[in-house]
């Protein structure tokens, strides 16, 4: 079962195009009601790739958040690793912001 909302999956696949031709869109979806993601390259061969919460705790990592968080991300970095891109380890708490949760790492672009 796909956890990921198609929407997502075809940004995901318009940044993969992107890096082929050398240009990939920015990406901001919806994955659902509570949780965002952001992706910007950062123009030295990765991009900077956020999650947002909307939690009422901030356990050290995303996937601490509970199984279901953890299918999202895991079908996330599943469709990167599609493309070539390399998803970090882990995705760690590194701010609030107007009550959302940021999570962050670096993924690695081919």
Excluded: K
């Amino acid at each position: 079962m796909n956890h990921v909302p198609d929407a997502a999956l075809d940004a995901i696949d318009a940044f993969g195009e992107g890096l082929l031709v050398g240009d990939p869109p920015p990406i901001t979806e919806r994955l659902r009601s509570d949780l965002r993601l952001v992706v910007r390259t950062t123009g030295d061969g990765t991009a900077r790739c956020r999650f947002e919460t909307d939690h009422t705790q901030t356990p050290p990592t995303l996937r601490e958040r509970g199984s279901f968080v953890t299918t999202v991300v895991d079908g996330v970095d599943s469709r990167f690793r599609a493309w070539g891109i390399d998803p970090p380890e882990a995705y760690r708490y590194t701010e609030t912001v107007d009550g959302r949760h940021h999570y962050e790492g670096r993924l690695t672009l081919p």
